[in-house]
């Protein structure tokens, strides 16, 4: 009985909100809204949503086109899903949709959104990634890090020689090899001799963390507490060798002489260096190397140019290597076309309605630029679901934010600030893994059966760790 009052009250209250919705008139009728599929009142296209959102917007804007706007709930939502309609958003109106949408678990993770990431367009957003920049995210300290990069490259050079010819998780291993490099580079926290925070203990934390579990985020807390505290000690003892820590220094002096936020705001932007960095790095070389080993042809040819270029007598291998090896740039390159760690990159409009292709955009309306429908639009790339690194021999595009074509960092205001570092990172652990070892897969599989499915939140995985086995190459 008690049920059926309930539900009876349940039914009264839904129609008096479709006849009150009805009456009260529409704020975006006389908009001209871009097209997409028709809601229902209050949920909108929630009840559409289905799979992977990247997949689902790609698959709506087929039939509503490039421009194309939804409702999830209450939150209108722009998709778009061509290189123009890419332009004008991160270029011409850049400043009006720089912003984020205030999310929940990213309000969690981020301290109330007192970071880089995932914090709208503020005074404080301004100020961290000003300190992130000057402290860390530069061409200067990037080459003064440049010894702890190849040093970390080394060590998976000796893990994997030690484990050939048995199968290894190259997964894990990359997924270790970011860690390593950032935790160090990043934070100043090497996880071979810290006694508190070990490789394992990263890897899980880093993992589990985009979960937000109350569980998690405690320990990613104590991470960053540690952290602090580890800078805080050394400045009392003797001075650290390592050039690395000078954001956590830059961090604090912020809080502290300018006065400028609190230590919410040092842990937040730790975060972003943490779990923005770790693994999207990895997520490439997996991505990258999955390609390779289904397309032998391509493989063959990197390898190949790589040893004529390197020689035969390397122990080591070096930055400055990288710059050699033209081939390798063009898997990168493709790599990234066909698999951008950020898939659907996410802004929001600020609080005034704007234009975009001729459309009108109510104010705060959350974007999603597809960016992984654009590196597969058949008017921009011939073939697009085929890997062919030769696509952009004599082609000026690259990913560097002025080719809307090819977007995995982004553009404009909120481009990836680590764009430099991200990009070494992952062209030396190729280089690595190319030139010291030839890879086959585990018995009985052939390049087809290497599944790609993907999987994440705002950062896409390969679902199936990349499990290969490593044969020393003999020189
Ligand atoms: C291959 C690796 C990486 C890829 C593909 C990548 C991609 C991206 C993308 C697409 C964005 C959003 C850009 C936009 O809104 O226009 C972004 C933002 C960001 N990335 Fe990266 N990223 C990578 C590595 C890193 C690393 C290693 C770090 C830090 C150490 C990092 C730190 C950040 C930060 C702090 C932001 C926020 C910028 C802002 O909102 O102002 N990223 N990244």
């Given at each position: 009985m008690a049920i059926l009052i309930h539900m009876s009250w349940v039914l009264l209250l839904t129609l008096i909100s479709i006849i009150f919705l009805k009456k009260k008139?529409?704020?975006?009728?006389n908009l001209r809204l871009p097209p997409g599929p028709r809601g229902l009142p209050i949920i909108g296209n929630l009840h559409r949503l289905n799979g992977i959102p990247h997949r689902w917007f790609h698959q709506l804007s087929a039939k509503y086109g490039p421009v194309m706007f939804l409702r999830l709930g209450f939150t209108p939502v722009l998709v778009i899903s061509s290189s123009e309609a890419a332009e004008e958003v991160l270029k011409t109106k850049d400043l009006e949709t720089c912003s984020r949408t205030k999310l929940m678990a990213t309000g969690r993770l981020s301290y109330n959104f007192k970071d880089i990431t995932f914090a709208p367009y503020t005074d404080s957003w301004r100020e961290l990634r000003k300190v992130a920049v000057m402290e860390f995210l530069n061409p200067k300290k990037l080459q003064t890090l440049k010894l702890i990069r190849e040093e970390e490259m080394d060590f998976v050079v000796k893990k994997i020689s030690n484990s050939a010819p048995v199968a290894v998780d190259l997964s894990k291993i990359s997924f270790c090899l970011a860690a390593n490099i950032l935790c160090r580079t990043a934070l100043g926290q090497n996880l071979r001799t810290n006694k508190v925070f070990d490789e394992e203990r990263i890897v899980k934390l880093v993992e589990e963390?985009?979960?937000?579990s109350e569980k998690m985020f405690k320990e990613l807390d104590e991470f960053y507490q540690h952290v602090i505290d580890d800078h805080l000690k050394s400045l009392d003892g003797p001075k650290s060798?390592?050039?690395?820590a000078d954001i956590v220094a830059g961090l604090l002096n912020m809080v502290d002489k300018n006065g400028t936020g609190n230590l919410d705001h040092v842990k937040g932007t730790l975060m972003d260096l943490f779990l923005g960095g770790i693994d999207t790095v990895a997520i490439i070389i997996v991505w990258a190397m999955a390609e390779l080993m289904r397309n032998p042809r391509v493989m063959k040819k990197a390898q190949e140019e790589i040893r004529a270029v390197l020689g035969?007598?390397?122990e080591k291998i070096t930055?400055?290597?990288?710059?050699?090896?033209e081939y390798l740039k063009l898997v990168m390159k493709e790599t990234f076309r066909l698999h951008p760690a950020v898939p659907s990159i996410p802004r929001e409009t600020m609080s005034h309605q704007i234009k975009i292709q001729g459309y009108d955009i109510p104010p705060n309306t959350r974007i999603q630029l597809n960016v992984w429908a654009i590196g597969r639009d058949p008017k921009i790339w011939k073939n697009p679901e085929e890997f062919i690194p030769e696509r952009f021999i004599d082609s000026a595009i690259n990913y560097k934010g002025q080719h809307y074509e090819l977007l995995p960092f982004g553009s404009g205001r909120r481009i990836c600030p680590a764009m430099p570092m991200a990009s070494n990172i992952v062209e030396l652990g190729l280089l690595n893994m190319l030139y010291f070892f030839d890879w086959k897969l585990p018995d009985g599989m052939v390049g087809e059966d290497i599944d790609m499915e993907d999987a994440g939140m705002i950062s896409f995985y390969k679902k199936a760790p990349l499990i290969l086995v490593p044969v020393k190459h003999h020189h």
């Open positions: 008139k529409n704020p975006n009728s963390g985009s979960v937000a060798t390592d050039p690395s035969s007598k390397r930055e400055e290597d990288v710059d050699k090896v």
